[in-house]
């Protein structure tokens, strides 16, 4: 059944983008309501493969010695990534049949979106280092193209030209690993690789290697320290987008490859702490460029670099359960931010938070289902945002030194300060200006509808979600837990109270800013470094224009003259022939 | 034995460089078609006699045709624009490249043979050992089809045009 | 003996090069391409000789010849189109790469 149902996941999609790219633009509403059609026939596919869940690995067609076989496993890991990844894109695709009317290249967008989904069920469900570098690569490109999707817009361009070089960047770090797994274990099947690695049969500095190659990869794809930069940027892209790609989907995809390779590496000295400490700089610098922001989507984008942090946390703790689920709850709420935030920028034309402001009496709807959303991302009981927090931070005071529990304490009161500065000044206080807003129409009225039920209710899935983890992958070493034991491991505990102590205190700086003594010449100085990206932003800058530089002048070689090229090859030719001789033969 | 290989070497190195450098294409196309009979027999007397009848018969007939086809049809031209690599430079980097190449192949790089423990039948590992090969092999006779009716479709329209004036 | 053979292989493989730095006609091209070609075929079937692995080479050799003809056959058509279009078999007149 399994068998069936996958490739049926990953092709749907693809056909789907096929035929709508054939649809052409002529055909506006044939596009919309297609596109619509082909993303919940794969999202209605995703949650059929939710019964299959089990520890048994699919090899279709067998490619050869080389490549290993094109293999799928249907671990609980891959199979909830993809159902999330279908079920939101399916909500994003019904919400850009709104956000998106009468946009030009409208194929070009849906078709794009689509072999996006695909290519993230196949990324999380193959079993395979080739395929999933395949996928990766995709997922990149799709990344990409749609950043860019305003292409006339330069900042687009280069907002989408970073995303890919920084991403890219991560690529290279995966295809090492790829290639030195396949050296050592002659196989490039996962399964193959975290037995020989337990086993000990690959030597230790060479495991180091690949796992912080591994490392590389994943924070250049959840824009984790340093590579955090290209997240942001990527908000120039049309905003179902950024909920799909930029906040639910794609940027899980560094956390997802950390945690399926967790327990061959989880026992390289100090690769969990390294994740850890990444993790937490990362929380704590993204969460105070997310206090200063005035771009309501850019606000959006630090907390989801912070919430990334947070997850690999997790994993540097040692508990891929709580990454996981904590991976759940953020994409359930983050999308539906993302996608109120889309509505509200739809109908009021603009995205800076200071032009906003009383919005909340013009349009109810949206203004609650944010508030659900933005209450789950501080961690309000008994959204599913704080279950899945106080599970990270349960695992980190139990796993890790203390100090590192403080600052995440910390942390909290920032991701706490943040939401509610954010929420108050789109939604309360006096309107800064006379924007005219109208509440969501029905299209973008179901999808928001349909997300704040699941933050409000997706924790109560915790038992099954973590029974499946631990069954199907019984290397990883996942607790089997129910709810009732999540409930009251939580609320006897004293941390959580302390935690909760936190979120209040955040909320308080926020209402007695004006008494605090805040404006001194640190918070100033804080603050312009805050809107500097702590210097970071120069130095990925320096990275694309240096790459970009590079590139144009290479350009100039290619003559695309044949002559031309094959003296190259025979210049390189020689060039090898010398290494070789040199090479002591 | 070896004066046929020495013989039959020489042979096809003057006529690949004939093939090369001769002026006009069908002159070149008939030095073609001597290499390739050329190979052929060197791959015979190296001992594998079916893959030198594969080769003369698709090497040195039907390529041969299609290119004295296809010259028939284009007829020949004279290039008299510059070169970007002047010919001293073209020689002497073929031959310093592939001096080197061959030098290490002599001297130092011979292949020598490996103990096979058993020595598949043909026909099994080329159904079922190469089995990638064979598909390839598919895709690409298909794609020979799509070439060879590009090929004709010119004389064929240009064949109706005549027709429908008449 | 095998020196001769690979004396001809290299020399078959060199010729094919120097002629596609040097030419510029894309039948020439072409009969480069199926030069260099028998080369290889050759240095297959030799190194299968040598190596004991008479069979294996064979069926490499298959392949090399259909993949060879092929690129004949696509190359010779390719190159009608391209007078038909152009009035020219000159490779380096027709290419519009920005430069």
Redesign the interface.
């Known amino acids: 059944m399994a068998g069936i149902l996958i490739p049926f996941l990953i092709f749907t999609p693809w056909l789907t983008a096929i035929l709508v790219w054939f649809i052409s633009d002529k055909h506006e509403e044939g596009l919309h309501q297609f596109a619509s059609a082909g993303a919940i026939l794969s999202a209605i596919l995703s949650l059929l493969l939710l019964s299959q869940i089990g520890d048994s690995t699919i090899s279709f067609a067998k ?2 010695p080389l490549f290993g076989n094109l293999s799928f496993s249907t671990d609980a890991l891959g199979i909830i990534l993809a159902c999330i990844a279908n079920c939101i894109g399916s909500l994003t695709v019904i919400f850009s049949a709104e956000y998106m009317k009468h946009e030009k290249s409208l194929a070009r967008y849906y078709s794009m979106v689509l072999l996006f989904i695909g290519a993230m069920s196949g990324l999380v469900l193959t079993a395979n280092i080739f395929m999933i570098f395949f996928f990766w690569e995709i997922t990149a490109l799709c990344s990409y193209q749609l950043i860019s999707f305003y292409n006339d817009d330069p900042n687009a361009v280069r907002g989408g030209l970073k995303a890919l070089f920084i991403t890219q960047f991560g690529g290279i770090g995966l295809m090492v690993a790829g290639l030195l797994i396949f050296g050592y274990t002659n196989s490039f099947e996962i399964g193959r690789f975290i037995q020989a690695a337990q086993g000990g049969e690959i030597p230790a500095n060479v495991l180091g290697i690949i796992g912080f190659t591994l490392i590389i990869a994943a924070t250049a794809k959840s824009a984790q320290f340093p590579f955090f930069t290209w997240l942001p940027d990527a908000m120039e892209a049309p905003t179902p987008v950024s909920a799909l790609i930029h906040a639910a989907t794609m940027v899980n995809a560094g956390v997802y490859l950390l945690c399926r390779f967790f327990p061959a590496l989880e026992a390289i000295p100090g690769w969990k702490m390294t994740i850890l400490i990444l993790g937490l700089i990362t929380i704590l610098i993204s969460s105070l460029m997310a206090i200063f922001a005035t771009d309501l989507k850019r606000v959006l984008a630090y907390s989801t670099v912070s919430q990334l942090g947070y997850m690999f946390a997790a994993i540097g703790a040692g508990s891929v359960l709580a990454c996981q689920f904590h991976l759940l709850s953020h994409a359930i709420f983050k999308a539906l931010l993302f996608l109120c935030a889309g509505a509200i920028i739809h109908s009021c034309g603009t995205r800076d938070m200071y032009k906003m402001g009383g919005f909340f009496k013009k349009i109810p709807f949206i203004s609650v289902t944010f508030i659900i959303g933005s209450l789950a991302l501080a961690g309000i009981p008994i959204l599913n945002g704080f279950w899945s927090k106080e599970l990270i931070l349960e695992s980190i005071h139990s796993g890790t030194p203390i100090i590192i529990y403080i600052l995440m304490l910390f942390s909290v009161i920032l991701t706490a300060l943040y939401t509610i500065r954010c929420v108050w000044l789109v939604f309360f206080g006096e309107p800064r200006s006379d924007l005219h807003v109208h509440d969501a129409p029905f299209l973008m009225a179901l999808p928001l509808g349909i997300l704040s039920l699941g933050t409000i209710t997706s924790w109560l899935v915790f038992e099954p979600f973590s029974r499946s983890l631990s069954n199907s992958l019984p290397l990883y070493g996942i607790p089997k837990e129910t709810l009732s034991e999540l409930v009251s491991k939580i609320f006897w505990d004293p941390y959580t109270f302390l935690a909760l102590g936190m979120v209040a205190i955040g909320i308080l700086v926020w209402f007695l800013r004006n008494k605090l003594p805040l404006h001194n010449s640190i918070t100033r100085k804080i603050e312009s470094i805050s809107l500097n990206s702590f210097g970071f932003e120069a130095i990925n800058n320096g990275v694309v224009n240096g790459i970009n530089a590079a590139s144009e002048a290479i350009r100039n070689i ?7 090229n ?2 190259g ?3 390189g ?2 060039c090898i ?1 010398i290494a ?2 040199i090479g002591g ?1 | 034995m070896p004066l046929v290989y020495f013989l039959v070497v020489a042979a096809l190195i003057y006529s690949a460089h004939k093939a090369t450098r001769v002026k006009g294409l069908l002159n070149a196309a008939l030095w073609l078609a001597g290499t390739s009979c050329l190979t052929s027999i060197l791959v015979y007397i190296l001992g594998s006699p079916g893959l030198a009848v594969i080769e003369l018969s698709v090497g040195a007939g039907l390529v041969t045709v299609l290119f004295v086809f296809a010259i028939s049809i284009i007829g020949d031209e004279k290039i008299t624009s510059d070169v970007f690599v002047p010919h001293w430079l073209a020689i002497s980097i073929s031959v310093v490249s592939f001096g080197m190449l061959a030098y290490f192949l002599i001297a130092q790089h011979m292949p020598s043979a490996q103990s096979v423990t058993t020595s598949p039948i043909f026909s099994d590992l080329f159904w079922e050992g190469r089995k990638i090969d064979i598909y390839l092999q598919g895709a690409l006779f298909i794609s020979g089809i799509l070439g060879i009716l590009l090929l004709i479709a010119p004389a064929v329209s240009k064949r109706i045009k005549e027709g429908k004036n008449k | 003996m095998n020196t001769l053979v690979i004396i001809a292989i290299v020399s078959l493989i060199a010729i094919g090069f120097y002629c596609l730095i040097i030419t510029r006609n894309i039948l020439k091209i072409i009969v480069a391409l199926q030069v260099l070609v028998k080369g290889a075929m050759i240095a297959m079937i030799l190194a299968g000789k040598l190596t004991d692995q008479m069979e294996l080479a064979q069926s490499m050799a298959i392949t090399i010849i259909v993949a060879d003809t092929i690129v004949a056959v696509i190359g010779l058509a390719m190159s009608i189109q391209l007078r038909e279009k152009t009035g020219t078999c000159d490779i380096h007149s027709i290419s519009k790469l920005k430069r």
């Open positions: 490619i050869g290619q003559t695309g003259s044949l002559n031309w094959i003296f090859m025979l210049i030719l020689i022939l070789l001789m033969l």
